[in-house]
């Protein structure tokens, strides 16, 4: 091994809590285990202790921790290239443009390549700018979340009062884009007691009154997340999605769906196939690069691109290695990965809903492939959210040897997100783990 690996391998909790005092973090949870080494859905500390993770480390890792084939294919290519400059051209970047294009529906067949969730939003922003006149201003929904960088970070809830405190982006708001907000059809819980169907029209409603009156010139886009995922794991209605789809043509602007949690994780490999409903952009992150950094926005072959003068352009725009773990997954996904997706987010979400004969603070159940959400309340009729529950939940999964995420606004959504790769047995394990999270905290 080399030495220097070695030594930064061989690092003891001294020199651990030394180095630390040196680090800066702007989002995350600390506290949690120091991770050294992981194989599968399995993670393991420097104490040894092994975890299964549910949270696909920010739900990059679909194949897993360093999974045997992307390994390979990075040994192989990496005797060859890494960094491209984006201004040269690649066989990497032809083949996974081609294959993207491929699989995107419709008329989706044009890809530019970025370097992560937040940049890949911006640049769907840019060429909804190009191609709608006259428009300024940009639409997203209650509760979403669409990145921190200074362009995304008004469309992300953090920058409002829906935590009950002005967090994250309200500190930034003088440099932030500011963007316009419809409700979000969160059926589950709305402001107004009605059922279902009454909220999702009432929704639609809200956002053509806002079409109408309450933009200057027309929408510049409409950014949804079709699953607001750290919104709380919200699945939007394909009824409001359709209608949003209907509206954006009406009124001639541009439908941007951010699909940076939702690619393949949902059992499909975009949340356009799922709902059934197309976009005029698509927008990828997170685990597009089989856990290498890599993010790309895919629009209609109606729009306006980029041109080569500067619209758009980043340094590590070109990474080839990413772009080659990114085709090699996709491989992996089409061989049986997508399937097993499908299969055992329905088996955990099966799983999961038993669990709520015994937990009636289980409030409901968000599940579409292994994109999975459990809102945790003090009654079914109050709805009281139970937020430092379900952080002593999270918190107690450590214990019992599994990671768990947070999300929604008032941290009383438990994420559970594990690597598409996940077996019964696995899943089981999961389920049992979960269970004595609860007991420990809600028992």
């Known amino acids: 091994m080399d030495p220097l690996l070695q030594h930064i391998y061989d690092l003891d909790e001294a020199a651990m809590e030394r180095a630390a005092r040196h680090v800066m973090l702007g989002g995350g949870t600390r506290g949690g285990p120091v991770l050294v080494r992981g194989k ?45 400059h984006q201004g040269f051209d690649t066989k990497p970047r032809f083949y996974l443009a081609e294959k993207l294009a491929s699989l995107a529906p419709g008329s989706l067949n044009r890809v530019s390549f970025t370097v992560g969730g937040g940049p890949a939003i911006e640049a769907a922003m840019k060429v909804c700018l190009k191609n709608v006149n006259p428009a300024r201003d940009f639409v997203c929904l209650y509760d979403s979340y669409h990145g921190t960088t200074l362009g995304t970070m008004g469309a992300s809830w953090i920058s409002t009062h829906a935590a009950g405190s002005y ?72 009824r409001y999605l359709r209608g949003l789809r209907e509206l954006c043509d009406e009124y001639q602007t541009l439908l941007v769906f951010d699909e940076i949690q939702t690619y393949a994780r949902i059992g499909e490999w975009f949340a356009a196939d799922y709902f059934g409903v197309e976009p005029d952009i698509i927008v ?5 690069g089989a856990g290498l950094p890599l993010a790309a926005i895919i629009i209609s072959d109606r729009l306006q691109g980029f041109s080569p003068d500067t619209e758009e352009l980043h ?9 080659v773990t990114a085709a090699k997954q996709i491989a992996l996904l089409e061989a049986g990965v997508l399937d097993n997706c499908r299969q055992m987010g329905q088996y955990l979400g099966e799983g999961i809903r038993s669990l709520g004969l015994e937990f009636p603070e289980i409030g409901d159940i968000r599940q579409a492939g292994l994109h999975i959400g459990i809102e945790f ?46 077996t019964r047995s696995e899943a089981d394990e999961v389920l049992d783990k979960l269970q004595a999270s609860m007991r420990d905290v809600l028992r």
């Open 40 to 84: 599968g859905v399995r993670v393991w500390d420097t104490a040894g202790r092994d975890y299964i993770d549910c949270t696909s480390q920010s739900w990059a890792l679909y194949l897993g921790y360093a999974n045997d084939d992307i390994n390979q294919v990075i040994r192989e290519h990496i005797e060859s290239l890494t960094h491209v």
């Open 377 to 422: 309340v003090a009654d079914p009729e109050s709805k009281r959210p139970l937020e430092n529950e379900t952080v002593a939940i999270r918190d107690a999964g450590f214990n019992h040897g599994i990671i768990f995420g947070l999300g929604g606004v008032r941290k009383n959504v438990l994420k559970v997100k594990p690597p598409l790769i996940i």
């Open 167 to 238: 967090v994250g982006g309200s500190r930034f708001l003088e440099l932030t884009r500011p963007f316009i907000r419809i409700p979000n059809p969160y059926t589950y819980r709305n402001p107004y007691g009605v059922d279902a169907e009454t909220y999702i029209d009432m929704c639609l409603t809200m956002a053509r009154e806002t079409f109408e009156r309450g933009i200057a010139g027309r929408p510049a886009g409409v950014i949804v997340d079709p699953i607001q995922a750290s919104g709380g794991q919200i699945i939007l209605p394909a």
């Open 315 to 323: 340094t590590f725009a070109n990474p080839s290695l990413s772009m």
């Open 284 to 288: 990828l992150g997170k685990a597009l």
